[in-house]
């Protein structure tokens, strides 16, 4: 069974730094792509960082310049690496993957969620 598995919240100060980590496992034929989302308490689930497998990259704007996404697809994993963080950047952190399994089914799947605090 597919699944992904998120590492590396915690509570840092501002203009700190933070690296999130996602490793997908359980048959896998190909990852299309992987990304990291957000959420804070009211508010909806919004894309922070997406990487494709042909290598192309989307960040939502407040995180440009300070946040850079990778894709090890030999692993199956992808890293955020939070620089200069903010306290606007406080939230949990969710791991999404689109991928075709060894089934040949198409499939989304969301990680459990890693809490980010940054403090002023």
């Known amino acids: 069974q597919v699944q992904l598995v998120e590492s590396g919240g915690g509570v840092v100060q501002a203009g700190e730094s933070l690296r999130l980590s996602c490793a997908a496992s359980?048959?896998?034929?190909?990852?299309?792509?992987m990304g990291w989302y957000r959420q804070v308490p009211g508010k909806q689930r919004e894309m922070v960082a997406i990487?494709?497998?042909?290598?192309?990259?989307v960040y939502v704007d407040s995180v440009k310049g300070r946040f850079t996404i990778s894709l090890d697809p030999a692993k199956n994993t992808v890293d955020l690496q939070m620089n200069s963080l903010k306290p606007e950047d406080t939230a949990v952190y969710y791991c999404?993957?689109?991928?075709?399994?060894?089934?040949?089914?198409?499939?989304?799947?969301w990680g459990q969620g890693t809490l980010v605090t940054v403090s002023s």
């Open positions: 999404n993957a689109e991928m075709l399994t060894q089934q040949y089914r198409y499939v989304v799947l």
């Open positions: 359980g048959g896998i034929f190909s990852l299309n792509a």
């Open positions: 990487v494709r497998s042909d290598g192309s990259r």
